[in-house]
């Protein structure tokens, strides 16, 4: 039997019920988005490789030593969208001390393109070390001229090495949307012939 004084289902709960339904929906899209971005399309590092490095000039003189460094490297992009890098750096070190620091121009890299970058600074009256000193003093280092003659050939004699610091700092866009900050690096040891600043060797 029909009885009017019956309560009616709330139009309020059956609201709240849709609206706890489509939240969690929102939730799921989102966290599968978020999934797909980090395992998808998470941004890579780019990659450094040292090409060459190179002392043009390189002279001992009064127990110390001047020269101009010259490094090549070749940086890749494994994005799919385009790296754009600031704040970066080479330095080169002795022994832990900082020799010299160049600050490495802004730029991009197109996506999955590699890009050939070289950084140059000059050195001037660098103090050896004391047991290079002692070889300048007693002649087993050739002075500037001495080492301008030698430079190209062979020879033994005393080696230093030296160490370099290349650092890309940067952002990648994905999706055309996000951006992700990136960095990445590359240490080299390079052994070098005092006497004519040949390189003999670098390890990275």
């Given at each position: 039997?029909?009885?009017?004084?019956?309560?009616?289902?709330?139009?309020?709960?059956?609201?709240?019920?849709?609206?706890?339904?489509?939240?969690?929906?929102?939730?799921?899209?989102?966290?599968?988005?978020?999934?797909?971005?980090?395992?998808?399309?998470?941004?890579?590092?780019?990659?450094?490789?040292?090409?060459?490095?190179?002392?043009?000039?390189?002279?001992?003189?009064?127990?110390?030593?001047?020269?101009?460094?010259?490094?090549?490297?070749?940086?890749?992009?494994?994005?799919?969208?385009?790296?754009?890098?600031?704040?970066?750096?080479?330095?080169?070190?002795?022994?832990?001390?900082?020799?010299?620091?160049?600050?490495?121009?802004?730029?991009?890299?197109?996506?999955?393109?590699?890009?050939?970058?070289?950084?140059?600074?000059?050195?001037?009256?660098?103090?050896?070390?004391?047991?290079?000193?002692?070889?300048?003093?007693?002649?087993?280092?050739?002075?500037?001229?001495?080492?301008?003659?030698?430079?190209?050939?062979?020879?033994?004699?005393?080696?230093?090495?030296?160490?370099?610091?290349?650092?890309?700092?940067?952002?990648?866009?994905?999706?055309?949307?996000?951006?992700?900050?990136?960095?990445s690096g590359v240490k080299c040891g390079v052994i070098i012939q005092v006497s004519s600043g040949n390189v003999l060797g670098v390890r990275c």
């Amino acid at each position: 039997m029909y009885d009017p004084y019956r309560s009616k289902p709330s139009r309020g709960r059956t609201n709240f019920a849709s609206c706890i339904c489509a939240t969690v929906f929102l939730i799921f899209i989102i966290a599968t988005i978020v999934v797909a971005y980090f395992f998808l399309f998470k941004p890579k590092s780019p990659k450094i490789a040292v090409e060459a490095v190179r002392f043009p000039t390189f002279s001992v003189t009064n127990g110390t030593v001047n020269f101009t460094f010259f490094q090549y490297v070749s940086v890749t992009n494994p994005n799919r969208d385009e790296f754009t890098h600031y704040d970066s750096s080479l330095q080169l070190s002795y022994s832990g001390e900082p020799v010299g620091l160049v600050f490495i121009p802004a730029g991009k890299i197109d996506g999955g393109r590699t890009q050939h970058m070289s950084a140059k600074f000059d050195v001037q009256s660098y103090p050896l070390p004391a047991k290079l000193k002692a070889d300048a003093s007693a002649g087993v280092i050739p002075t500037a001229a001495a080492a301008a003659a030698a430079n190209g050939g062979g020879g033994g004699g005393p080696t230093m090495e030296v160490e370099t610091r290349m650092k890309l700092v940067g952002r990648v866009r994905v999706l055309k949307v996000f951006t992700h900050r990136v960095d990445s690096g590359v240490k080299c040891g390079v052994i070098i012939q005092v006497s004519s600043g040949n390189v003999l060797g670098v390890r990275c």
